[in-house]
Nanobody, 123 residues
């Protein structure tokens, strides 16, 4: 399987910036897509941003123009640069990866989630 480890969360004032990182580790896997989700207290988990293997991206409307998702394929790492943070961005942020492993009859796809990292934006 593939393990995802997130880092970079913390406490920041409104208008500030944070950069989240998510590193994938394991053996003999390929990455189809990676994404960041978030879950605020009392709310459902929602997609924030995603990046496909070819580099195309999509964002949740409220973060467009403020957040940027990127990936370093050599490091199997995805980043989320968050600028102009707002109190409503406060949530636990989770990294999700869509992976593939094996070949021929042994080929399979699967999903892994990180443990989450807390982002708190104070007003």
């Amino acid at each position: 399987q593939v393990q995802l480890v997130e880092s970079g969360g913390g406490l920041v004032q409104a208008g500030g910036s944070l950069r989240l990182s998510c590193a994938a580790s394991g053996s003999a896997f390929s990455i189809n897509a990676m994404a960041w989700y978030r879950q605020a207290p009392g709310k459902e988990r929602e997609l924030v941003a995603a990046i496909a293997s070819g580099g195309s991206t999509n964002y949740e409307d409220s973060v467009k123009g403020r957040f940027t998702i990127s990936r370093d394929n050599a490091k199997n790492t995805v980043y989320l640069q968050m600028n102009s943070l707002k109190p409503e961005d406060t949530a636990v942020y989770y990294c999700k990866g869509d992976f593939a492993m094996g070949y021929g009859l042994g080929y399979r796809v699967f999903v892994s989630w990180g443990q989450g990292t807390q982002v708190t934006v104070s007003s």
